[in-house]
């Protein structure tokens, strides 16, 4: 016999792969019951259930049990896993994980992850599968390079130094034993294979940077490519959400870490607490574009050659990503291309 629920009150779902640990908590915030629940019986309690608050921490499959709520009327509040943290009760457990999620949800302060549509989803997945790739690869040549190292062949860094190893592996003079050139072999093979696709991955990036309008706008930013652009599009919330491009850059953790108390204002270094992806390609865009311009001896922008001029290049580069990510909020809300001041 299914326990009571409340007709106006939430349920919390610690999530799992199979079992799902379920806290109904009342409309006077009494709680009802706390058990688990398979994944089956889950899908069916979300349908049967009267419209009502659904929590669950923004962990792995969030996002979709998420959207099944959503199709049966449900409202949905996604709670950062650092918030909920804080309302545990004495010993980790289940129990004491689906009660502190319905605890924090119902915070009148608390600050909740949006939705993910499957199509941004799927976006991300091709993202990070490109990520994943490029990763692979950077290891099979690395690999390469320190076996080949202890013959005496030695190559500098990055996939364009491979041509150096492959013609030393294809010359009969070189002083190698016959294992090794069937292993170097299929590295190669290995590695041309993930080129191939990696290749193809960065293409569709970019042919979709030329047709969406969202893409094709960011790109105009200094510093941003198909793939800053492909990763904000997928891992951004809707950027209208964000009052400011200062909370946006906040968001991704471009900001720095406070440790103010009595009046005294004390700065460190930046909080890195944000969206991973899209604030290390930020800055990754940022130093070439610094690169850039300590080449040339100078700017158009004044802005950034007096911040390269007083500040380390690391610094500047910062800087320079949380500038970015203030633009990136401007031109997606205002819907206009960058123009330099």
Avoid at 59 to 66: L, R
Avoid at 101 to 109: D, F, G, V
Avoid at 277 to 297: F, N, P, Q, T, Y
Wanted: glycine share 6%; aromatic share 4%; net charge positive.
């Amino acid at each position: 016999m299914r326990p009571p629920t409340p007709r106006r009150g939430a349920l919390s779902i610690d999530l799992a792969k199979g079992s799902f640990q379920i806290c109904a908590v009342g409309p006077e915030g009494t709680v009802l019951y706390n058990r688990s629940l398979s994944r089956t019986r889950l899908a069916t309690l979300l349908a049967d259930q009267p419209a009502c608050i659904v929590a669950m921490e923004a962990c792995a499959t969030s996002h979709h049990w998420g959207r099944v709520a959503q199709r049966h009327g449900h409202e949905v509040r996604l709670v950062p896993a650092a918030y909920v943290k804080p309302f545990v009760k004495r010993q980790k457990n289940d129990k004491a994980d689906a009660e502190a999620i319905a605890e924090a949800a119902l915070r009148p302060t608390m600050r909740f992850v949006a939705v993910k549509s499957a199509e941004t989803q799927g976006r991300a997945v091709a993202f990070r599968t490109h990520q994943c790739l490029v990763r692979q690869r950077t290891q099979l040549i690395n690999a390469l390079r320190g076996h080949l190292a202890e013959f005496g062949l030695v190559a500098p860094k990055g996939p364009a130094s491979l041509k150096v190893l492959e013609n030393a592996l294809e010359d009969e003079a070189t002083d190698l034993p016959c294992p090794v050139r069937e292993m170097g072999t299929i590295y190669l093979s290995q590695i041309a294979r993930l080129t191939e696709v990696i290749e193809q991955l960065a293409d569709e990036l970019e042919t979709a940077s030329k047709t969406d309008a969202q893409l094709r706008r960011l790109c105009t930013i200094p510093g941003i490519g198909p793939v800053t652009a492909g990763a904000v599009s997928a891992f951004a919330p809707d950027l209208d959400t964000f009052d400011s491009g200062r909370n946006f850059a906040a968001w991704l953790g471009l900001v720095p870490r406070q440790r103010s108390t009595g009046g005294k204002t004390k700065l460190g270094s930046v909080s890195k607490m944000g969206q991973t992806d899209i604030r290390r390609l930020l800055i990754v865009g940022a130093m070439s574009v610094i690169r850039w311009v300590v080449r040339k001896g100078g700017s158009a922008n004044r802005w950034l050659a007096a911040l390269v001029a007083r500040k380390p290049r690391m610094v500047a580069a910062v800087a320079l990503a949380n500038k970015m990510a203030r633009m990136i909020w401007a031109l997606t809300t205002k819907k206009e291309d960058y123009r330099m001041a």
